[in-house]
């Protein structure tokens, strides 16, 4: 299962970019998804996750407000809407997937499948 991560990019802090998901095979409609954010120095930590069918979301408390996760399994799509972007916020974004939907999603060692990455950076 390949993950393909795109949407970053450099943006003033404020602003907004919108991330996206997709995999080679329409594993992203049948799995949990989740992304997490990797910044200069530290470790991979969690952002958002959603379950298979939409139903439920979380988020880390440093983005609750700001962040929404959606998706779309008609277009093998899940989206990170980041508004009121800081710059803390400057990373590098990973989507995730898994292939289980019984384990918790704030777990990064839980997700077997991970993309590449996409940076994001919020400039001050």
């Known amino acids: 299962v390949q993950l393909q991560a795109s949407g970053g990019g450099l943006v003033q802090a404020g602003g907004s970019l919108r991330l996206s998901c997709t995999s080679s095979?329409?594993?992203?409609?049948?799995?949990?998804v989740g992304w997490f954010r990797q910044g200069p120095g530290k470790e991979r930590e969690f952002v958002a996750a959603i379950t298979q069918s939409g139903g439920r979301t979380y988020y880390a408390d440093s983005v609750k407000g700001r962040f929404t996760i959606s998706r779309d399994s008609a277009k093998n799509t899940v989206y990170l809407q980041m508004n009121s972007l800081k710059p803390e916020d400057t990373a590098v974004y990973y989507c995730?997937?898994?292939?289980?939907?019984?384990?918790?999603?704030?777990?990064?060692?839980?997700?077997?499948?991970w993309g590449q990455g996409t940076q994001v950076t919020v400039s001050s």
């Open positions: 095979r329409r594993t992203i409609s049948m799995y949990p």
């Open positions: 995730a997937t898994m292939t289980s939907t019984r384990l918790n999603l704030l777990v990064r060692t839980n997700y077997e499948y």
